[in-house]
Nanobody, 124 residues
């Protein structure tokens, strides 16, 4: 079983930065890929970024490319999402997710484990 605990959300002005953290526990083989998703008010959950635990290779949604950075600390079993140049449209609940299969996916249904989510609010 994998447990994921997010932290780091909050309220920030447009143009500001936040760093989200996701502490992971459980078998490493059950969390080959780590992803961040978000769900804004009245919207469906959407892919933000993902990384492989082993290699650190990353993949981003076009909407956040160049502004967000996903990284991982293997020793701490923690994945981060550094968010810069935040916009009001980035307002959402952000979720950390883990996938057993060693292949990055942008579909939320492909992920096996989820955190509880953390709220990010960007004011204009």
């Amino acid at each position: 079983q994998v447990q994921l605990v997010e932290s780091g959300g909050g309220l920030v002005q447009a143009g500001g930065s936040l760093r989200l953290s996701c502490a992971a526990s459980g078998r490493p083989s059950s969390r080959s890929v780590m992803g961040w998703f978000r769900q804004g008010p009245g919207k469906e959950r959407e892919f933000v970024a993902a990384t492989y635990w082993s290699s650190g290779s990353t993949y981003y949604a076009d909407s956040v490319k160049g502004r967000f950075t996903i990284s991982r600390d293997n020793a701490q079993s923690t994945v981060y999402l550094q968010m810069n140049s935040l916009k009001p449209e980035d307002t959402a609940v952000y979720y950390c997710a883990a996938r057993r299969i060693y292949s990055i996916s942008t579909y939320s249904t492909d992920y096996d484990y989820w955190g509880q989510g953390t709220q990010v609010t960007v004011s204009s």
